[in-house]
């Protein structure tokens, strides 16, 4: 089985990625991933066919191939960022400038966290403001892994920088339960939309206790920002932009959660939530 | 781990959290601390020594929770932050604000009154 992905293999095409990844790990027969006709991949594409291929391989005696793009720098690309490493080919991993590597997480690593925001931090010049949300999105993400999402594989983080668009995207992947079937226990929601918008609203969360703060403040971070939040979970796909909401019914559902950040660098977004003069503390 | 004063203390994060700043797990660590010295100081300070936080689970967990328990008459003169970022300053206030609104919803009904008394008494 052989399965194309697009030339833009990005977020925009989440549909058609989403449905080859979930292609490719149904069949028992010989995958072959095709990039040849690919010249651009973001963090999304290359976090969530790192788990299928990572899906694939848990199968005993499942092959896989991958044809890889003839676009030479799409391809040096990805070998720098790890993305080989998951086909078992041996990649440069060269750090360059505006990435941060491909990497499987089965743990909360506040170390890793923290060497991430430095890596971060050494590549892509950010303000104090900036940096701490960044911070705080990527800390607030990974507990809502490891806390909820009952995932085998853990997580799949990549981050890339775009100098030219002044862009920072950022994506969390995991191959779990996935929203709904999470908030179902609590809530009284039937689709994965409804899930995903409730999800990142104030006090919702699975667990007992009172708590669910880190999905409103990353959307708040990324209003004052003018940055896209955006949410697949299951069959649903939320953007949610600083003055509007779009959600979309994708065709083939995802199993698990996809957190995908775009993050303005030219904004100093300096995370003042209150007004300072109504500060308690 | 604590200089205590007279009826005053002080909670260094650094020294007691280490790197485990970020979960709620974290978080409740540093509210058992603080609730350890409640009936005993006048005065907690706790000291973040400049340490960059950006958790709201853990800053939730382990300060802005207090506002289910006391009033915020007595979270104000209890506690004190010190070397805070401004980031986790903003943070913190957000979350405490977001902890008064909880609390509010809560005693308008029996069953939120009911809630919070338990908690006020475990």
Known sequence: ?281 | MFAAGLRETYIDIKKIAGVDTVSREHGKKIRKVIELFWKAKDRIIVDFSNLSIASPSFIDEAFAKLLLKYSLDAVKSKLSFVNMTDFDRALLNDLVMARIRERNLLEQTPKGRFKLAVKRNR
Do not use: W
């Open chain 1, 1 to 281: 089985m052989q399965v194309i992905f697009p030339k833009l293999s990005t977020i925009a095409y989440a549909d058609t990625i989403i449905k080859n990844c979930a292609n490719v790990q149904k069949t028992r027969d010989i995958s072959t991933f095709v990039f040849e006709k690919t010249t651009f991949i973001d963090p999304f594409a290359i976090t969530i066919i790192a788990g299928a291929i990572q899906g694939c391989l848990r199968t005993k005696n499942r092959k896989i191939a991958y044809i890889p793009p003839k676009d030479r720098k799409l391809k040096d690309y990805l070998s720098q960022i790890g993305f080989n490493s998951f086909f078992h080919i041996n990649g440069k991993n060269i750090h360059k400038d505006t990435s941060v590597e491909l990497t499987q997480l089965m743990a909360l690593r506040p170390l890793y966290i923290e060497k991430l925001i430095i890596l971060i931090e050494s590549k892509m010049s950010l303000s104090k403001g900036m940096k701490d949300s960044l911070k705080m999105s990527l800390q607030e993400l990974l507990i809502n892994v490891f806390d909820h999402s009952r995932s085998n594989s853990g997580c799949f983080v990549c981050a890339q920088y775009y100098p030219n668009k002044m862009l920072i995207r950022l994506c969390i992947t995991d191959f779990g339960v996935g929203i709904l079937s999470t908030l179902k226990k609590k809530y009284k929601i039937t689709s994965d939309i409804k899930a995903i918008k409730l999800s990142v609203e104030e006090g919702v969360t699975s667990r007992p206790q009172s708590a669910g703060f880190g999905l409103t403040h990353i959307r708040k971070f990324l209003k004052i920002n003018k940055g896209v939040l955006t949410i697949i979970s299951g069959r649903g796909k939320v953007d949610f932009y600083s003055n509007r909401v779009a959600e979309y019914n994708m065709a083939g559902a995802f199993e698990g959660t996809i957190v995908n950040l775009e993050i303005n660098t030219n904004k100093k977004s300096l995370y003042f939530l209150t007004g300072e003069e109504d500060y308690i503390f």
